[in-house]
C-alpha cells in the first residue's frame, strides 16, 4: 500500500503534497486546522480531492467526511475523483471505490441534516422547499394580505423584498444596515418590511415550508444548540469546504459550531475569485480563517498553474493585479503555449455571435471536440443573439445558469401535485394544483386550504370537500388521484405516474402548445426513476435543478458532443480548452449596474474568473455596438461601449488583437496629379 499510495501522489508538487498529507496519519480526527489559499488553476480541487482520498486510504470512515462545495456537480466529481484515488491506493477496483455519502452543497447537506433530526427541532420532517419563485409568490401573497401592496404603488415589489429578507438573513446584519447599504431606496419601508417579513415568516412555518436560507439559518439555528453541535461535530471526523470564498457569515458559522477548535477542518478557496458577495457572501471568511482558531491554522499556499498558457496567466494576473484589495499570489506555469489570446473587435452583438460560431467550428475541424470549449457571458439573457446562430447552424448547445428547467410554467404543474401530495399544508402547491381544475378559482382554493389546515385528516378533508356545481366531476377524479398519492403503500415512482395521468388532460386543455410541453413532463417523469423516493426527488430537483437546455435546440442526447454556453457565476472551478467570453465592454464587464468601488472590485473578480477558466485558448469578444435591456420601464436600448475598462491599453498590448469583418483593404495612397484630364472628352473627340 505504501508504494501505491506514493505512486498515487506522484504526481502532485511539494505544497499540494503538504495540503493532502497534513495531519494524516496517527491521530486521524486530532488534526490542526488547514486552509490551503491559492490563485485559480493551481490544484486546490484536486488537492482536496486527494486529501479525502489519503484520509480514507489511512482509515478515516467515509460515512464520517462532510465534504461541502457550492454545486452538487462539483461535489459529486470530487467525491467521484477522492473515491477512485482511495481505490488506487487500497487496490480495489474502480467499481468498488468508496462512495461519500456526505458530499454535497451547503443547501443540501443542511436539508438532509434537518429532515434526519426534524423532531429534534419541531420541524415537520415532510417540509416543502421553496425556490426562489416559489419564496416570491409566498411573500407577494403575504404582502398583499398585509395590504402593503394596495396602501401605496411604490412599496418595493415581491421580488425586491425576497432579496431584502434574504441578504438580511445571510449576511446576518440587522434590516436597517442592509437597507442602508444595498437597498437605499426602500430605506423608508423599514418598519413595514419587518411586519412583513414577520408574516412571511409566519407563514412559511404555518405551511411547513422552508425557503433556500431557511436551510441555512435552520442548521445555524440548530447547533447553536450546544447539545445538538456537539453531536453533529462528533459526527464528522472531517469537514472540508472548497471554494471558501464564496461562504457567507452562516456556513462559516455552521463549521465554527461543527468543529470550535477548527481540528479536522480544511478549508480551500481563492479571494481574487470571490463572485457572491452580492449574495451575501463575504472574503473575510477565508481572509480571518486562520487566526479563528486558538490554535492557528496552518496555511499552504500553491504558486504553480496547471491549467493555462502562460500567455492566458499574463492577461489574467494583469487584470486582477490592479485589484484594490487582494492577497498577492503569483502564478507561474511551463505550460507549452499556443499563441497569444485574442482581443476580438466585433461591430455588433449579432456579428460577434457569427465570429463565435466559426471560431467553434473551427476548433472543431482543428480537433477540439466541442465539449472542452465554453462561452461564457455576465447575464443569462446576453447569450440569445449566439443560441439562435448556433440553432441556425445546427451547432448543438447546453446551456449553464440561464432559465431553468423548473420554471417553465407546466414543470411546476406536475411537481405542485407532487408536493401538495407529500406536504399537504403546502398552500403555494395547493393553490396551484386546484385552480388547474375548471371551475376552481382563488375563493373556492382558499376554502379548500383553510378546510385542510384544520381538519385532523388533509386527505378526508379533500374527498368530504363540495366544490362548485359545475366542478364536481373534475373534482371527484381529482380527490381519488390525491388519495391514491397519500397512501402510505404507494411506492416510489408511481407517484408519478399517477399525478401524470392526472395532469396531462389539463396540460393539453391548457396550452396551444401542449406538444413541446408534454415532452418535458414526461422527461421529468423519467428522471424520477433515478431518485430514491418522492422526497428526495423533490428536494434534490429544487436544491440543484436540471440546467434548461435552448427551448429551439431542444436537449442534446448525451453521447453527443455539444458546446458549453454558461454564465460566469456557473463556470466557477470548472476548465475548457477554448473559452470564449463575450461582451467585454463597459456596461456589461463591469455591469453599468454596478456602483461603488466594491461593486467594481467583484466585476472585475468576475472578468478575472472568466479568464481562468481557459486552458489553451482564450478569446474576449467586444463588440462595439451594445445592446442593454433596462431594468426601467424605458425598454431597450443600444449603447456604443468601449472595451472594459479592466483591460487597459497596456493589457490589450498582450493580446492579439482582430477586427472582424477585416477592414476593407485600402488601395496605396498615390498623390493625384495636379493637373486634372477630361478623359470622357477625350475618349469623346477620338471618334470626331
Ligand atoms: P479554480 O481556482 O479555478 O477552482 P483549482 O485551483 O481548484 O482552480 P484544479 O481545478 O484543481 O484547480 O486544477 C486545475 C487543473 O490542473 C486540473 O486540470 C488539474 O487536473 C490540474 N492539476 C492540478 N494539480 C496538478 C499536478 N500536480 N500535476 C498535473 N496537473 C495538475
Ligand atoms: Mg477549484
Redesign the pocket.
Known amino acids: 500500500q505504501t508504494e501505491r499510495l506514493a505512486a498515487a501522489l506522484a504526481?502532485?508538487?511539494d505544497a499540494?503534497r503538504a495540503a493532502v498529507e497534513h495531519g494524516v496519519g496517527a491521530a486521524l480526527g486530532d488534526v490542526r486546522p488547514l486552509l490551503v489559499i491559492?490563485?485559480?488553476?493551481?490544484?486546490?480541487?484536486?488537492?482536496?480531492?486527494h486529501r479525502v482520498a489519503n484520509l480514507i486510504a489511512q482509515g478515516a470512515d467515509p460515512q464520517r467526511i462532510l465534504l461541502l462545495t457550492f454545486s452538487r456537480r462539483a461535489a459529486q466529481e470530487m467525491a467521484r475523483r477522492a473515491g477512485q484515488v482511495a481505490a488506487q491506493v487500497l487496490g480495489l477496483r474502480s467499481e468498488a471505490a468508496p462512495a461519500l455519502p456526505w458530499a454535497g452543497t451547503f443547501h443540501g447537506v443542511g436539508a438532509r441534516l434537518l429532515r434526519e433530526y426534524a423532531a429534534q427541532i419541531g420541524l415537520d420532517e415532510n417540509f416543502t422547499i421553496h425556490d426562489r419563485g416559489d419564496a416570491e409568490d409566498l411573500m407577494g401573497l403575504v404582502r398583499h394580505e398585509l395590504g402593503f401592496s394596495a396602501t401605496t404603488k411604490r412599496f418595493p415589489r415581491k421580488g425586491t423584498c425576497v432579496s431584502i429578507y434574504s441578504r438580511t438573513v445571510n449576511t446576518c446584519a440587522p434590516l436597517v444596515e442592509v437597507l442602508a447599504q444595498a437597498f437605499p431606496w426602500c430605506a423608508e419601508w423599514e418598519s413595514e418590511l419587518k411586519r412583513l417579513f414577520a408574516g412571511y415568516v409566519e407563514a412559511k412555518q404555518q405551511q411547513h415550508v422552508l425557503d433556500y436560507d431557511d436551510l441555512l439559518l435552520y442548521w445555524a439555528g440548530m447547533v447553536a444548540e450546544p447539545a445538538l453541535a456537539a453531536h453533529l461535530g462528533a459526527r464528522f471526523d472531517h469537514v472540508l469546504v472548497?471554494?471558501y470564498q464564496d461562504t457567507n457569515r452562516l456556513q462559516a458559522a455552521i463549521l465554527l459550531a461543527l468543529k470550535p477548535d477548527g481540528r479536522g477542518l480544511t478549508v480551500?478557496?481563492?479571494d481574487a475569485?470571490s463572485i457572491y458577495s452580492f449574495r451575501g457572501a463575504t472574503v473575510r471568511n477565508i481572509l480571518d480563517f486562520p487566526a479563528q482558531f486558538a490554535e492557528p491554522a496552518r496555511v499552504v499556499a500553491?504558486e504553480?498553474?496547471?491549467?493555462s498558457t502562460q500567455p492566458i496567466l499574463d492577461v489574467s494576473n494583469a487584470v486582477i493585479a490592479a485589484a484594490a484589495e487582494r492577497h498577492a499570489k503569483t502564478l507561474w506555469t511551463d505550460k507549452p503555449s499556443a499563441g497569444r489570446p485574442q482581443l476580438v473587435l466585433v461591430p455588433d452583438e449579432a456579428q460577434q455571435a457569427q465570429w463565435v460560431a466559426d471560431r467553434v467550428l473551427a476548433h472543431r475541424e482543428g480537433g477540439l471536440a466541442l465539449k472542452s470549449q465554453a462561452v461564457l457571458f455576465r447575464t443569462s439573457y446576453h447569450s440569445a443573439a449566439l443560441e439562435l446562430e448556433l440553432a441556425r447552424r445546427n451547432i448543438p448547445f447546453v446551456k449553464y445558469g440561464g432559465l431553468k428547467f423548473l420554471e417553465a410554467s407546466h414543470v411546476k404543474d406536475l411537481l405542485a401535485v407532487l408536493r401538495f401530495a407529500q406536504n399537504p399544508r403546502g398552500r403555494m402547491a395547493g393553490f396551484r394544483v386546484t385552480q388547474l381544475i375548471p371551475g376552481i378559482g382563488p375563493a373556492t382554493a382558499t376554502r379548500l386550504l383553510d378546510a385542510m389546515d384544520t381538519a385532523a385528516d388533509p386527505t378526508a378533508a379533500v374527498q368530504d370537500f363540495v366544490p362548485p356545481a359545475s366542478a364536481q366531476v373534475e373534482w371527484g377524479c381529482f380527490a381519488d388521484t390525491y388519495a391514491a398519492l397519500r397512501a402510505p403503500t404507494l411506492e416510489w415512482p408511481a407517484d408519478m405516474g399517477l399525478a401524470l395521468d392526472w395532469y396531462l388532460p389539463h396540460l393539453e386543455r391548457l396550452h396551444d402548445d401542449a406538444g413541446v410541453r408534454r415532452g418535458d413532463v414526461e422527461q421529468l417523469a423519467r428522471l424520477a426513476a433515478g431518485y430514491a423516493s418522492r422526497e428526495r426527488f423533490l428536494t434534490e430537483l429544487t436544491l440543484d435543478p436540471p440546467e434548461a437546455t435552448s427551448d429551439r435546440a431542444g436537449p442534446p442526447l448525451l453521447d453527443e458532443d455539444y458546446l458549453i454556453l454558461s454564465t460566469i457565476h456557473s463556470a466557477?472551478?470548472?476548465?475548457w480548452t477554448s473559452v470564449h467570453v463575450l461582451n467585454v465592454v463597459d456596461g456589461c464587464l463591469p455591469a453599468d449596474v454596478a456602483q461603488g468601488a466594491q461593486e467594481l472590485e467583484e466585476e472585475r473578480r468576475l472578468l478575472y474568473?472568466a479568464m481562468?477558466?481557459a486552458?489553451d485558448h482564450l478569446h474576449l469578444l467586444v463588440p462595439q455596438r451594445f445592446y442593454v435591456t433596462q431594468q426601467s420601464a424605458r425598454g431597450d436600448r443600444h449603447l456604443y461601449a468601449g472595451r472594459s475598462r479592466f483591460i487597459t491599453e497596456a493589457d490589450a498590448a498582450r493580446f492579439e488583437r482582430c477586427t472582424w469583418p477585416p477592414p476593407p483593404v485600402q488601395a496605396p495612397h498615390v498623390p493625384a496629379p495636379a493637373a486634372a484630364i477630361d478623359l470622357l472628352a477625350r475618349m469623346r473627340a477620338a471618334w470626331r
Open positions: 504526481t502532485l508538487n499540494q491559492a490563485g485559480a488553476g493551481s490544484g486546490k480541487t484536486s488537492t482536496l480531492a472548497d471554494e480551500v478557496g481563492d475569485q500553491l504553480r498553474n496547471y491549467r466557477k472551478g470548472q476548465e474568473v481562468t477558466r486552458k
